[in-house]
């Protein structure tokens, strides 16, 4: 087991580096950065660099190596055991590179996506998979030829989920600062401890760029940082969940990371059933090929857009999401530490119910009440859909 001081070390040095790497990021990069200044809103005053994931996955990985080599666990990395951590920095190396470009020049949906499911099957091959499912009662299945599409699609969901919840200032680092830390003692209570490492280098790495993220922010992850983040979190899950028992195995990542899962499937659906394109929303069924390109269109159906529009401040916002994620993160503790499945299952069916009603009474009130700028939070006088998503 790590020692406290190697704990420390991880996320101290991760926090620190990111921290540092922060503010010398605008000295010495300065291309990039011009290239990468995004503009919220009317706040043209207050630009916003996209490559501040660049130093959170600099951070995390000098706390990752620091804290393998204070406790002695480096041989991880590599050798015979079955989970192969060489594959999970391949894939997240390849997704760091999609995502850079995009925040650069722009990239398509479609590539991205292709480029997630790569690096999915390539932890899949390294070792990271839901081989097995234990329910209930019924005892346990072997997944077979049916194990390569599910893991791929809990990493795909994941990556997704995080990157479309970065749409808010301080959002998505701090429900992953959430995230990242619950896994990391779930994984040190079960004596997984590569995950826990990875897990303490990453809360370390969010914890430094969080004052840098929030409203009004110097810096946003981009896609570098968030799909970066988001695949890290989908395979320390993966991980860090195999020697639970049924229920934790099953609805623990998924209490975690309920707020931004919950969220992206919810707006897929409705993208789905309003078949939405270019143009707007058209009638359709969602399994025409206009609804499923729908699913790869911007909009404000998110849940963070949806407080917006229901008139609370961009603050505001951000803060009863991040109640609503400590929720699930300390409902996903209980099932764990105590074994008890009915407080995670009432929490979160009372998030599912929370979000759903959000939405559905923003859909009312969108059209009697301008929506609200994500960069101040003021009402936008005759906007018709508030300001674009990033």
């Not at 010495?28 to 996955?57: K, Q």
């Not at 990271?128 to 599910?150: C, H, K, N, Q, Y």
């Not at 499937?265 to 143009?279: D, P």
């Not at 299952?345 to 301008?370: C, D, H, M, Q, S």
Request: hydrophobic content about 50%; overall charge positive; proline content about 5%.
């Amino acid at each position: 087991m790590p020692s406290l001081l190697a704990m420390l070390i991880t996320a101290g040095l991760a926090a620190a580096a990111t921290w540092t790497a922060l503010l010398l990021l605008p000295w010495t990069s300065g291309p990039l950065t011009r290239r990468t200044r995004a503009f919220r809103g009317e706040r043209e005053e207050s630009p916003v660099v996209r490559l501040g994931g660049v130093c959170v996955v600099a951070g995390a990985l000098a706390g990752t190596v620091a804290g393998l080599n204070a406790s002695h666990w480096s041989g991880s990395l590599g050798g015979a055991s079955q989970y192969h951590w060489i594959g999970w920095i391949g894939g997240c190396a390849a997704l760091f590179a999609c995502g850079l470009y995009d925040d650069l020049y722009g990239l398509g949906a479609r590539v991205k996506l292709a480029c997630q499911g790569s690096g999915a099957v390539v932890v899949f091959l390294a070792g990271f998979r839901v081989e097995s499912i234990a329910l209930p009662g019924l005892g346990r299945f072997d997944l077979g030829l049916a194990a390569l599409p599910l893991t791929v699609l809990w990493i795909v969901a994941v990556t997704n989920a995080i990157n479309l919840i970065d749409g808010l200032d301080g959002l998505a680092s701090g429900l992953c600062l959430m995230a990242s830390a619950t896994i990391a003692a779930v994984a040190l209570a079960q004596g997984v401890f590569p995950v826990a490492l990875v897990g303490l280098a990453l809360s370390g790495a969010l914890l430094g760029f969080l004052p840098f993220n929030l409203h009004p922010a110097r810096f946003h992850l981009g896609d570098c940082g968030s799909q970066v983040i988001g695949f890290t979190l989908g395979v320390l899950a993966l991980r860090g969940f195999q020697k639970s028992s049924t229920a934790v195995t099953l609805l623990a990542p998924v209490l975690i990371l309920g707020v931004p899962l919950c969220d992206t499937a919810l707006v897929i659906l409705r993208r789905l059933w309003r078949g939405r394109n270019g143009s707007g929303a058209v009638p359709g069924s969602i399994l025409r090929a206009r609804g499923w390109r729908a699913v790869f269109e911007r909009d404000r159906e998110h849940v963070h857009y949806n407080l917006l529009d229901l008139g609370l401040s961009e603050r505001r916002a951000v803060g009863v999401l991040y109640v609503t994620a400590a929720a699930l993160c300390a409902s996903a503790l209980v099932l764990v530490f105590r074994s008890s499945s009915v407080p995670a299952l009432v929490t979160a069916i009372a998030v599912l119910v929370e979000i759903v009603v959000l939405k559905v009474w923003a859909g009312f009130r969108r059209g009697a009440v301008p929506p609200r700028s994500a960069a101040s939070g003021e009402p936008i006088e005759g906007a018709a859909t508030g300001p674009v998503p990033r």
